[in-house]
């Protein structure tokens, strides 16, 4: 079956900092990346994802990058802020709609003002 | 947007009891729902897929006899722990998507389950 790895653990910015969490998958038949935050004790949202057809996608200060040949995955975050401060976690799916989702084992991220 | 409704948020049961969890979608009909189960300052780690209808699909090392899913509305999923025990105690979380197989998953917030 697919396997994630999340690297890294922990991560700690400066406010205004960027931050990049990277993410492998085994499975080259895996063709869909979501990346989603979770607070604690809340439930995890979806902030990006990214599908096999395309090698980045941006939205706002959120970026992702998809190396399908390496098979890894990236979360880039800009201009850091203490609310982005939260657990992150990456995902890799072969069904193309999302399903059957295999999750990395989270970062944890805090920004310091 | 598309809500996802877990119910009880936390729960505490004696251990031998069974505490049912329930996952509703609140404005859109979901075919699938899916229960993880998230163990402190870990990832979330998939149960079992539950599928409108009929039988849960169940991934491997997780008893299908110990952690009962009924699903039987297109906007209401359940999941029972029988006979629980402290090792149970985890957060459990569902998801659920509409009927377009594009469409997002969203998220329930959770069901903390202490069993002591």
């Known amino acids: 079956g697919e396997n994630v790895e999340q690297h890294p653990s922990t991560l700690s910015v400066q406010e205004g900092d960027s931050a990049v969490i990277k993410c492998t998958y085994s499975d080259s038949a895996s063709n869909y990346f979501p990346w989603y935050k979770q607070e604690l004790g809340k439930r995890p949202q979806l902030i990006i994802d990214i599908r096999s057809n395309v090698g980045e996608k941006k939205d706002q200060r959120i970026a992702v990058t998809l190396n399908k040949t390496a098979k890894h995955f990236s979360l880039h975050i800009t201009e850091t802020q203490p609310e982005d401060s939260a657990v992150y976690f990456c995902?890799?799916?072969?069904?193309?709609?999302?399903?059957?989702?295999?999750f990395g084992g989270g970062t944890r991220l805090m920004v310091k003002p | 947007g598309a809500v996802v409704s877990q119910h009880p948020s936390r729960v505490i049961c004696k251990s031998g009891t069974s505490v049912k969890i329930e996952c509703r979608s609140l404005?859109?009909?979901?075919?699938?729902m899916f229960w993880y189960r998230q163990f402190p300052k870990q990832s979330l780690m998939l149960m079992a897929t539950?599928?409108?209808?009929?039988?849960?699909?169940?991934e491997q090392g997780v008893e299908k006899d110990k952690f009962l899913i009924n699903h039987a509305s297109l906007t209401l999923s359940t999941l029972t722990v029988t006979s629980a025990h402290p090792e149970d105690s985890s957060f459990y979380i569902c998801?659920?998507?509409?009927?377009?197989?594009?469409?997002?998953?969203?998220f329930g917030n959770g069901t903390r389950l202490t069993v002591t």
């Open positions: 995902a890799a799916s072969r069904d193309n709609a999302g399903n059957m989702l295999t």
């Open positions: 998801s659920a998507r509409g009927l377009d197989q594009r469409s997002p998953l969203h």
């Open positions: 539950s599928n409108e209808g009929s039988k849960a699909t169940y």
């Open positions: 404005d859109f009909q979901a075919t699938t």
